[in-house]
């Protein structure tokens, strides 16, 4: 016989204890405990293919109605083929090639001037090798002189496209003229004949200040950049004078 508490088989139908629960077989086999019926929740669809308990047969464990989500939360989904691809890129406007061409300008249209060998000393490593480039300083061409807020002046100059040491030589010359004590700061900016007016200057650029502190002095200061400031192979110049 089979205990109505557990299920289990008994061999002996004359126990009268059940050999794994260790209940009385003969008070349970009178009184057997009421099953409920599974109830599925309010609202919730019937279940499919469940079958009732028969009598005598062990506990009966309902189906449960819980259905596995296609989707489990928090997992990133694939994505189809369509999806995984770059959007189109957007056709450029009519300004962005106006910018991509005004960039185009910025292709050389003369050659270098090549000049004399630059000297050992350069980049120059004392205030005295810098002012001594002075001397090879090319011919130019004024092309504004303009009083800026404050103290400052900006001053544009032309000259043949050279390389960093004549054109650092040529910027040298200029401020030499033009440096006085009722401007504090002067900028010169070299151009060269048929350069792009993208940046404020392609042939270097000079930027001089007077009276600077530093620490507790105060200084002269220069600092000098070839080309566009913004070569890979450029050169910067920076130095300092005890002020006057």
């Known amino acids: 016989m ?12 004359s126990a009268s204890f059940c050999i794994r629960c260790g209940r009385d077989l ?15 929740p309010q609202g919730a669809p019937a279940p499919h293919n469940m079958s009732q308990p028969q009598p005598g047969s062990g506990p009966y464990y309902a189906p449960s109605s819980y259905q596995v989500p296609a989707t489990i939360p928090g997992q990133r989904q694939p994505s189809t083929p369509a ?19 005004e960039l185009n300008l910025l292709t050389p249209i003369m050659a270098p001037v090549q000049g ?6 350069f980049p120059p490593r004392t205030f005295a090798q ?3 480039l002075e001397r090879e300083a090319l011919d130019y061409k004024v092309l504004s002189d303009d009083q800026g807020y404050g103290r400052k002046k900006i001053i544009k100059i032309e ?45 270097g650029q000079l930027q001089y200040d007077h009276n600077v502190r530093l620490g507790s002095q105060m200084v002269d200061r220069y600092l ?10 450029g050169v910067r110049i920076v130095f300092t004078e005890r002020g006057n």
């Open 159 to 203: 000259f043949a496209r050279s390389v960093p040491w004549l054109q650092v030589a040529t910027l040298l010359n200029v401020l030499s003229k033009y440096r006085s004590t009722s401007s504090d700061t002067i900028i010169i900016q070299g151009s060269y004949p048929q350069s792009s007016n993208l940046y404020d200057f392609s042939n």
């Open 224 to 233: 000098i950049d070839s080309g566009t400031g913004l070569e890979s192979d």
């Open 130 to 132: 810098l002012i001594a």
């Open 116 to 121: 004399p060998q630059a000297p050992e000393s």
């Open 83 to 101: 999806q995984s691809g770059r959007a189109a890129r957007p056709k450029a406007s009519s300004g962005q090639v106006a910018r991509r061409e």
């Open 2 to 13: 089979r205990c109505p508490y557990c299920g289990e088989p008994n061999n002996n139908a």
């Open 26 to 40: 003969k008070t349970g086999a009178q009184v057997r405990p009421r099953q409920r019926s599974f109830q599925p």
